[in-house]
């Protein structure tokens, strides 16, 4: 469960931020900041990266590298004895779960991290607004992390970037897209002007201390997602990201296969790659077939206003709503917060066309007929808050759903998401509404691949071992079976988890060690602060409620001179329990007589008392636990 995380992240703040560094980093991370004027050594901005190859130090390691890797396709000879380091891979997150990823590479005394995402809180983690992951074990190295490669603009792969920039200044790659919607985070956290972003296009390479990465093309259902070749003295390294292979897809290409299959030849030590649709059999289908499905429900919908909820990152599916909608000249309205910044960012950015005049704002909807009308909105996942459920619970204050609605929910409910779905399309069919929704129609398609774009994968990149990542435990092992079957050795597989390092070698892959990395609640602008102790508090007021006894006792005399009063609250409906709060009361005075005859002066143990006795009453007449709280005032 939770892990309490007490040493972070403001406490540590003044220790790790940039000016606190050690003086070689800090030089550098002001030089990378904003100019080239710093020529020479770190070459960390992407201008400065072209150089690399030409500089004698750079081809010196190059062909180290590829030594290496040849190295680590043969099979264990004698000759590498002196040998090379061992790659070091962390993961802080991401694995046995989906969400909060964040891996951490170390080779030669350098770290560098991949992403640094965000999970959303299971239902019972009362009032806890998001979950990151754990930044100790970053914070503790923080001189020898160069930097951060961000593979794509997903929650759970930026979410949590704001709260480790707000403690260590390092830099940021990443794609152009991705940049924009980190930006608008960092800006939201007030911290963007002293953040180091750099942006880098698919092909370009960035060396930070020992590693020289290169980020490669990949399809996603968000534009702009790469994966990554990272290599290190160790051997090269391919980190997927979330991907799938769209021979059709909206923008930006089909996945640079080639790249991964050139990369195959060089020699690829070790693969890490998308877990998530792993236990699905064939091939993902392109995004294009959403179009073609929009196409036809648009169609059916015929006089009928249009409602389309999707997830407000997929920027290929808000521009396939658009498109269609400007074919049937409908006019288009956002709903939700979160879609209004993604569909800004990525216009400003040149990621999504919107025709001249076809965006309308919500406020204007009642003045076109509903056979003019697509509303796309947020609430694909039935979250409350969102739009579309407050559309469904008539809470939404511009929209009204009438039978004369069309409503299509364009995703398919994560895990653990179905009841909510399920409510709101009960509630939009209550109101009349034609709902369209899951596998209905393919109104949706996965942005991860499938089972045998997985295997294409492997067969391209050829690892020596492999890890299967980002996913419950099913899906890992899933796609652990699905490399055996590729004909990577048993030995050669790894399922890590969250918290282990494991050892990379060029003749064996192990677990080596475990790091800090447990989840971190933010509630509020609360970071960490809510831990074991305090969610447990919540979680047993909000089961069983609570019990206040308050009193005030002389401490000289020895006297109640008032209460006690008992006072619960989620407890029991108090008016039909009079008995039982009587009795509650009776008790409690009878304890205090008994502490008072007693001489008992110390409160903790007259608390300890109270809370005892009382406790055992409310078992013992109701088989519930609630918190007890006793409060003792001395005059
Ligand atoms: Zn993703
Ligand atoms: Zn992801």
Do not use: W
Request: net charge positive; aromatic share 6%; proline share 5%.
């Amino acid at each position: 469960m939770a892990k309490q995380n007490n040493n972070q992240p403001k406490s540590s703040a003044p220790k790790t931020a940039p000016k606190g560094r050690k003086p070689s980093a800090a030089g550098k991370n002001k030089a990378t900041q904003k100019s080239k004027s710093q020529p020479k050594k770190k070459p960390e901005s992407k201008e400065l990266m072209q150089g690399i190859s030409n500089s004698p130090a750079g081809q010196k390691q190059k062909r180290y590298y590829k030594n290496a890797a040849a190295a680590a396709r043969k099979p264990a000879g004698k000759k590498r004895k002196k040998a090379t380091p061992p790659l070091k891979i962390a993961f802080l997150g991401g694995l046995n779960e989906v969400g909060k990823n964040m891996t951490l590479y170390a080779c030669n005394g350098d770290m560098l991290l991949v992403d640094c995402g965000l999970s959303f809180p299971d239902p019972e983690m009362f009032g806890i607004d998001l979950v990151i992951p754990d930044f100790t074990y970053v914070l503790e190295n923080a001189d020898k992390v160069k930097g951060i490669l961000i593979t794509h603009g997903h929650e759970d792969h930026i979410g949590g970037l704001a709260y480790l920039l707000k403690n260590l200044n390092i830099p940021v790659y990443s794609t152009r897209l991705t940049i924009g919607l980190i930006e608008g985070k960092l800006r939201e956290h007030k911290i963007l002007d002293r953040c180091d972003l750099h942006v880098i296009k698919p092909g370009d390479k960035v060396k930070l201390g020992c590693f020289e990465t290169e980020f490669i093309h990949v399809n996603h259902s968000i534009p702009d997602a790469v994966a990554l070749a990272i290599r290190s003295p160790a051997g090269l390294v391919v980190q997927t990201g979330d991907f799938k292979i769209d021979r059709t897809p909206i923008d930006g290409g089909v996945i640079d296969l080639a790249r991964l299959s050139a990369l195959g030849e060089e020699g690829v030590l070790c693969l890490l790659s998308d877990s998530t649709n792993a236990v699905k059999p064939g091939f993902t289908e392109s995004e294009r077939k959403v179009g073609e499905t929009f196409d036809v429900q648009f169609r059916k919908a015929g006089n009928r206003r249009l409602i389309v909820a999707t997830f407000a990152s997929n920027i290929h599916r808000v521009q396939q709503i658009i498109n269609v909608a400007e074919k049937l000249g409908r006019k288009v309205a956002l709903s939700g917060r979160s879609l209004e910044n993604v569909v800004s960012v990525a216009a400003e950015l040149g990621y999504i066309r919107v025709p001249e005049g076809i965006l309308i704002p919500l406020d204007s909807i009642n003045r076109y007929p509903p056979e003019k009308l697509v509303l796309i909105t947020t609430g694909s996942q039935g979250e409350p808050m969102s739009a579309l459920y407050r559309m469904a619970f008539s809470e939404h204050r511009r929209v009204e759903i009438c039978p004369n609605d069309y409503v299509i929910i364009s995703a398919t409910p994560i895990p653990g998401n179905e009841k909510m779905v399920g409510r709101v399309v009960d509630e939009l069919l209550k109101l009349g509404a034609e709902v369209v929704y899951e596998k209905m129609y393919d109104v949706h398609v996965s942005g991860h691949a499938c089972q045998e774009e997985l295997k294409l994968m492997m067969s391209l990149v050829k690892p020596k071992f492999f890890m299967p990542v980002h996913g419950e435990q099913k899906h890992l092992q899933k796609h652990a079976g699905l490399a055996l079957t590729m004909g990577i050795p048993k030995e050669n597989i790894l399922i890590a988890d969250n918290g282990k390092e494991v050892e990379i070698t060029q003749d064996k892959i192990r677990i080596s060690g475990e790091v800090p990395a447990g989840k971190v609640f933010v509630d509020g602008i609360g970071v960490g602060d809510v831990g074991a102790v305090v969610l447990r508090d919540r979680t047993r007021l909000a089961q069983d409620g609570i019990i206040i006894i308050a009193c005030t006792i002389e401490k000289e005399t020895c006297t109640v001179v008032s209460g006690p009063d008992v006072v619960t609250r989620g407890f029991v409906y108090v008016r039909e329990s009079e008995q039982l709060m009587e009795e509650s009361r009776r008790l409690c005075e009878s304890v205090l007589a008994d502490c008072m005859y007693e001489h008992v002066r110390d409160f903790s143990e007259i608390r300890n008392r109270l809370r005892d006795e009382i406790s055992h009453l409310t078992y013992n007449r109701t088989k519930r636990t609630p918190m007890i709280l006793p409060i003792i005032m001395e005059v």
